[in-house]
């Protein structure tokens, strides 16, 4: 792609009051390999341009809709029009609006979880395919250095034989009634914009695809309890899994919206039968690693005897805290190494293009979907496809 130059993107959703777009935002300004220059930032027409206002967007990509938004990219040509799309939506306007824009032939990044069902997910996953684009979602623990090393560790037998997967990721913030007026919460509640599921759809997806990332295994059964804590609540605000893995390894999941007092404690622990592997988010510089025979040690970010993998997602010397925003910048990275080489007609660098995939968006709607079905069911164990 010539002169590295910026690739352009149009943001859908991410408004004012929104919270993860601004995150999105200034994740992709962080490197310096994107700039925005179109949107369509809102629900509300009027809402949109005044948030595409104030982002400095130019009236004609300053759009009140995102099917505006697409008719007009259409129209531009090559040396203006967008490359990607990032949509920070609702989870109810991810499948429309990335359908749309995969199937006109541009790059899209899409929160979690990705769509509502398996067939809009099927979908999806065969448009892409059939487009040739990028299309990442933003399981952005996968991009924290020290859940690289992790990955790194496991993979490379550090562990040895893996027999217990365990990822606890518990919140507050829905402890107490949450009234209209919180924006987050109201949609996060309500079945027809969240899906399905409640707080495994919003935070257990992040657990389901951690779990992977980091094991490269995938249960096979799952038993799972999902609780409505909140009165009146119409969605899980508490859920706990049992998973079991072909290999033998066993798992659990436990994620609450309604851990009264907590804030984002997300914590993944594996063990093996050489060693067990700790990180927490909260403190996500360090890895806590206690193999079997040896001392117990502190990993942290930034260190030269890491893994390639974990020392390129780090930006700034050891000892300098970085993450949520970082991590998510490390996803983008990821995704504009795989469209810079794409438009070179090269196979990126897998160490540079190293980013949650369409089909891993895939794979954590089926499994949500298996939650709900075992939720339902007297039956102990679900088969996971
Ligand atoms: N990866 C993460 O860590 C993470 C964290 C939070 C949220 N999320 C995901 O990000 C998405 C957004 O969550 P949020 O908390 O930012 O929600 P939010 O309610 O704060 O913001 C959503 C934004 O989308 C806009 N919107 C709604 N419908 C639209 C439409 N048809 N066209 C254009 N804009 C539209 C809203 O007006 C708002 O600006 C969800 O899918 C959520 O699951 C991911």
Redesign the pocket.
């Known amino acids: 792609m010539s002169n590295q130059r910026k690739l352009r993107y149009a943001m859908?959703?991410?408004?004012?009051?929104?919270?993860?777009?601004a995150?999105h935002r200034k994740a992709m300004a962080l490197d310096g390999q994107f700039e925005l220059v179109a949107g369509?930032?809102?629900?509300?027409p009027e809402?949109?341009r005044e948030?595409g206002a104030a982002l400095g967007l130019a009236d004609g990509r300053n759009h009140g809709?995102?099917q505006e938004l697409l008719a007009d990219e259409l129209r531009r040509g090559p040396d203006e029009r967008i490359d990607l799309v990032s949509i920070?939506?609702?989870?109810h306007?991810?499948h429309p609006?990335a359908l749309a824009f995969v199937q006109a032939g541009f790059h899209v990044v899409c929160?979690?979880?990705l769509v509502h069902t398996g067939a809009q997910a099927d979908e999806l996953v065969a448009a892409v395919r059939k487009a040739g684009t990028v299309f990442g979602v933003?399981?952005?623990?996968t991009g924290y250095p020290m859940v690289r090393e992790a990955r790194h560790l496991v993979r490379s037998g550090a562990l040895g034989t893996l027999r217990k997967i365990a990822v606890e990721y518990n919140q507050g913030w829905l402890a107490a009634a949450v009234d209209g007026g919180n924006?987050?919460a109201?949609?996060?509640l309500d079945p027809l914009r969240s899906g399905s599921a409640g707080t495994m759809?919003?935070i257990g997806s992040?657990a389901e695809n951690l779990a992977a990332t980091v094991t490269g295994l995938r249960p096979d059964a799952l038993c799972a309890d999902l609780t409505v804590f909140g009165a009146g609540r119409r969605l899980d605000d508490d859920a706990q899994l049992l998973l079991r893995y072909a290999e033998g390894a066993r798992g659990i999941i436990v994620a609450s919206q309604v851990a009264a007092g907590l804030e984002n404690d997300l914590r993944l622990q594996v063990s093996g039968t050489l060693g067990t592997l700790v990180w927490r988010q909260e403190e996500p510089n360090q890895l806590i690693h206690s193999p079997l025979d040896g001392p117990r040690r502190i990993l942290t970010r930034g260190s030269p005897w890491l893994s390639e993998s974990a020392r390129r997602a780090g930006r700034i010397p050891a000892g300098h805290p970085e993450a949520?925003i970082e991590a998510?910048a490390n996803v983008y990275l990821g995704v504009a190494a795989d469209i810079r080489a794409r438009a070179d007609g090269r196979v990126a660098d897998p160490l540079e293009a190293d980013y949650p995939r369409v089909e891993d968006g895939r794979q954590g709607v089926r499994f949500i979907e298996k939650v709900v079905e075992s939720a339902a069911s007297s039956r102990k164990w679900t088969a996971l496809g």
């Open positions: 859908v959703g991410g408004g004012h009051g929104a919270f993860i777009g995150v369509a930032l809102s629900s509300s809402r949109a948030s809709s995102w920070v939506t609702p989870n306007v991810h609006v929160d979690k979880p933003t399981y952005n623990y924006k987050q109201d949609w996060r759809a919003d992040h949520f998510f």
